[in-house]
């Protein structure tokens, strides 16, 4: 029999999260449980969504909208789903108090946690512990999340469940095997010859992104090799990104090096964005499991990259890719320039990373996690 499991987001957005949830939509098509999607608001990937799965947009417009939350339980009243899946913090808070509003028709409730959450203030904390009462998972992508919500935020280990992301193969690897007659043509297209160094960083437009630490690096690697170019590439900035994407323009701009940069559209096709890189760079400060460092290796592109979060979990340093400690410009350069100057050797990093992201972050697999937890929360409310 089929269940359906309704997935709140806050935003319909091209952030990781909300391209994750996408992925995991797709794969459950076809399966036990037949997925719903509910977006507070629209967003990059709304027309996508819509074509794998019925897709509702409440275009919320204020950070208080309670005609939002009446809308979220009519929504649940109307397709009656058997879990509610809610995806990070705005969702999570939202979803869980429409449940509450009429508990003797609540489903069982799943939420995602898509990084560590150190932004978190005591009344973010107290109002995540008081919903617990209608919380029968907490889900996050790695074990570092894992661990910082028992100890820190203090949410019981028998509710807390690890899940790694899975990629869409399919999609992400559809350039593999490109021609270097193709990559030349597709460098060609962005102003790029042969000769240039190109290092990618994806990603949105947060300062948890490290987007201080990426225009250091810049600067540094300019004056090592005059031919680096960096191509940014991600959605563009959300209301809260705007002044984090600014600020890192000017400082690229005052350091000198902004000709450096290629500011890539975002685009679905992002294996027509890895195709073309030598390398690529991650500067966060704090991160789940990063779908830009496993969409890279899935695609043979060496990483380097810093120890946030679940990064450590997938990138072993000089094993299956470069790894230093986060804010450490200095260390990052060092990667990239071993990544340039020894090839052999980074090439065996990206060929052992893709062979694990193959055999263990398939989306078969975390498809199958998560019918799993939905049917086993599913019977704790029939």
């Known amino acids: 029999m089929t269940r359906r499991v309704l997935h709140l987001l806050g935003s319909l957005g091209a952030g990781g999260e909300e391209r994750q949830t996408l992925t995991l939509v797709k794969g459950l098509c076809g399966s ?33 909208d309670l005609a939002a939350l009446a809308r979220i339980r009519a929504i649940m009243d109307e397709v009656r789903p058997a879990v509610l899946h809610c995806h990070l913090s705005t969702a999570n808070t939202w979803g869980r108090i429409a449940a509450l509003m009429r508990p003797e028709k609540r489903p069982a409730v799943v939420v995602s946690e898509g990084g560590i959450e150190t932004w978190k203030t005591a009344v973010h904390l107290a109002i995540d512990r008081a919903l617990l009462g209608v919380t029968d998972a907490v889900v996050g992508n790695a074990e570092a999340i894992a661990h910082y919500l028992i100890d820190h935020d203090r949410i019981p280990a028998r509710i807390v ?14 350039k593999l095997h490109a021609t270097e007659e193709e990559r030349v043509s597709r460098r060609k297209e962005l102003g790029l010859t042969s000769d240039h160094f190109v290092v990618g ?3 949105r437009s947060c300062a948890v992104k490290g987007l201080d630490t990426l225009a250091a690096v810049i600067e540094q690697m300019v004056r090592l090799n005059p031919d680096f170019r960096l191509v940014r590439a991600g959605q563009p900035p959300l209301p809260d990104e705007i002044e984090p994407a600014e600020a890192f323009r000017r400082d690229v701009e005052a350091r000198g090096v902004a000709d450096h940069v290629i500011w890539h559209p975002y685009t679905p096709d992002i294996s027509s964005v890895l195709m073309i890189l030598d390398a690529l760079v991650q500067t966060s400060l704090s991160e ?6 496993l969409e890279a290796m899935a695609m043979d592109v060496p990483v380097v990259a810093t120890a946030a979060g679940g990064t450590s979990e997938i990138v072993r340093h000089r094993e299956t890719g470069w790894l230093t400690e986060i804010g450490e410009a200095r260390g990052l350069c060092e990667g990239l320039e071993h990544v340039r100057n020894d090839p052999e050797e980074s090439r065996l990093w990206a060929c052992r990373a893709r062979t694990m992201v193959e055999h263990d972050f398939s989306l078969a697999r975390m498809v199958e996690n998560f019918c799993d937890l939905y049917d086993r929360v599913a019977g704790l409310h029939p």
């Open 201 to 203: 960083h994806v990603g």
């Open 32 to 64: 036990r449980w037949e997925p719903i999607v509910c977006g507070m608001r629209g967003g990059a990937l709304a027309e996508e969504f819509a074509r794998h799965a019925r897709t509702i947009i409440l275009e919320k417009r204020r950070k208080v």
């Open 288 to 293: 789940g499991l990063p779908n830009a460092v």
């Open 161 to 174: 469940r690890v899940i790694p992301n899975g990629i869409d193969l399919a999609r992400v690897q559809a």
